[in-house]
């Protein structure tokens, strides 16, 4: 029997009469078996069903199908005659076609400052709610703001899609498109500009570190990898030049000691003494004094800091074992066996916190003070460098705030715009940005990729949709207003075409810089389905 039930009206998705809509369908195909059987009731059952079968047989050869009931007995298709084919509601009720059934809210026309049409910002009257109230002076000066701040997407002045409006037979139809409404709310939305980006080390917090003094490596303390604090010791160096230092000030710290005493000595007994010997006594300290301010410096310059008042205190034997191992920590003195032990040691040491990223040195080589041995890195605080697309490039600026996420998953970390390239880059047309991003939890690692935003401005009460709210009808953004009266007892259910400036928008939601009051209800979830209708009509109309 499929030739024949194939003759059935195939339902369309045009919106259809609401009750009457299958039952004409259903009594037609009725009928068709009535006839059917009419024609065929008298004839044997068997010879029907072998006739049947022939007829389909035949007609899935050729194409040939039974005709339509109406064609068969001549009659017009039974339509309701109080039916708008193109509004897809009866025409009555139709508000497109007869104005009178709904007039047209007060057309108010194009606002420059916003850029839309029947604006509701400087119009509060034309908004779909009961009691409007008038936006506040923050709201106007936040979209000045906001559309200052880089180019939107514009609206067309000349479009007149803002004066349609949608309707529905009923509001069951409506919920038969899938139309789901929600109120424009209140809500904080950030505005960021996004970006790739790769962490690099920061290289102000990068220490390159080699030895002060030229000598042989005598120990390796710390390896790739290991922690260091400020002053920690990296290796030891066995330096001659720093044996020769430390001699050097032993004997200056005597000689000031001797030529000290020679000058108290003379002084108590001044009155046999001559004048010139007192001066020459008195020259002699100080030439003692510059001599260990000169061992002082070549020892500072080796990175051994030495305070010869305390030393000068120290017994004699004391003295000695201190020079010997002057510069190095008690901890690793504790480790060193002065009988086997040069007394030319001097210490190379990390002058920040730190990781050891490398260490280029063993026990045994010999080095000058050119070489690099280590490197210490701080990387609680990381380089981020994004590129920015040259159209977003002018609304970046130092002091922003970067959000950034590596690839592969792993927390947002938050850092501040330090550095800015003056040029675009030639062959990538992006703005290279430095951010300078917080590590301390050292999740990052260097050369990381990611996804950077740059974060222009944060609104904490700008009027937002859901994303899915906001249709282009071609030319302009539009969201779709149910009329203030949908709900009440025989209301029109009509929806208005609203035009928005839309501003920032984040995973969820959209903000509308001007075009609709909070409070007002759009259709979010199925609102292309009236985005389909409006299209339509309009080809309708052309
Ligand atoms: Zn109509
Ligand atoms: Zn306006
Ligand atoms: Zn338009």
Not at 1 to 14: C, E, G
Not at 197 to 206: C, E, F, I, N
Request: charged share 25%; glycine share 8%; aromatic share 4%.
């Amino acid at each position: 029997m499929t030739q024949i039930t194939s003759t059935m009206p195939i339902a369309t998705p045009s919106p259809a009469p609401p009750s009457p809509a299958s039952a004409p369908a259903e009594s037609k195909s009725k009928s068709i078996n009535a006839i059917l059987e009419h024609v065929f009731g008298s004839l044997p059952t068997l010879a029907v069903l072998v006739i049947l079968g022939g007829l389909a047989f035949w007609g899935h050869h050729t194409g040939w199908t039974v005709p339509k009931f109406s064609s068969i007995v001549g009659a017009t298709e039974a339509k309701p005659d109080d039916w708008c084919e193109s509004h897809g509601v009866p025409d009555s009720q139709c508000v497109e076609c007869n104005k009178s059934c709904m007039a047209p809210v007060k057309d108010y026309g194009w606002c420059r400052e916003h850029r839309v049409h029947q604006c509701a910002w400087h119009h509060p009257d034309i908004a779909q709610l009961d009691n409007p109230r008038q936006p506040t002076q923050e709201d106007f000066e936040r979209a000045k703001q906001a559309l200052a701040l880089t180019a939107r997407p514009l609206n067309n002045s000349r479009c007149q899609n803002y004066q349609r409006r949608l309707q529905f037979a009923t509001a069951d139809a409506v919920e038969k498109a899938g139309i789901d409404v929600m109120p424009a709310l209140r809500g904080p939305i950030v505005e960021s500009v996004a970006a790739s980006g790769q962490l690099a080390y920061d290289t102000t917090r990068v220490l390159h570190v080699a030895s002060r003094a030229a000598g042989t490596i005598w120990r390796v303390e710390r390896q790739i990898g290991d922690r260091v604090r400020p002053g920690d010791v990296l290796a030891l160096v066995d330096s001659a030049e720093a044996g020769k230092a430390k001699s050097d000030l032993l004997q200056a710290i005597a000689g000031l000691e001797l030529t000290q005493l020679t000058l108290a000595r003379k002084q108590s007994a001044a009155s046999g003494i001559p004048g010139r010997e007192l001066q020459e006594a008195k020259a002699a300290v100080r030439e003692a004094q510059v001599r260990l301010k000169a061992v002082q410096h070549v020892l500072a310059n080796l990175g051994i800091v030495v305070n010869p008042v305390e030393l000068a205190k120290l017994p004699e034997d004391e003295l000695n074992v201190r020079i010997y191992f002057l510069g190095l920590p008690a901890e690793i003195v504790r480790t060193l066996d002065p009988q086997q032990t040069t007394g030319n040691l001097v210490p190379i040491r990390s002058t920040i916190e730190g990781v050891v990223t490398n260490r280029d040195v063993v026990p045994g080589e010999v080095v000058d003070t050119a070489k690099e041995l280590f490197v210490v890195t701080d990387a609680r605080q990381m380089w981020l460098t994004l590129d920015v697309r040259a159209e977003d490039a002018r609304t970046i600026q130092l002091g922003q705030t970067v959000r950034f996420r590596p690839d592969g998953g792993g927390d947002e970390v938050v850092g501040k715009i330090t550095w800015l390239n003056p040029a675009i880059d030639e062959k990538t047309r992006t703005l290279k940005v430095r951010a300078t991003v917080d590590n301390s939890a050292e999740t990052l690692r260097a050369f990381m990729f990611g996804t950077g935003r740059i974060v222009l401005r944060t609104e904490s009460n700008a009027v937002v949709v859901p994303n899915e709210a906001v249709q282009t009808e071609g030319c302009c953004r539009v969201v779709f207003v149910r009329d203030k009266n949908f709900l009440k007892d025989g209301a029109l259910k009509v929806f208005h075409v609203r035009e928005v400036q839309v501003g920032a928008q984040d995973e969820a939601n959209t903000e509308l810089i001007a075009g609709v009051l909070p409070g007002e209800i759009v259709a979010t979830k199925g609102s292309g389905v009236l985005r389909s209708q409006l299209l339509k009509n309009n080809l309708g109309a052309g």
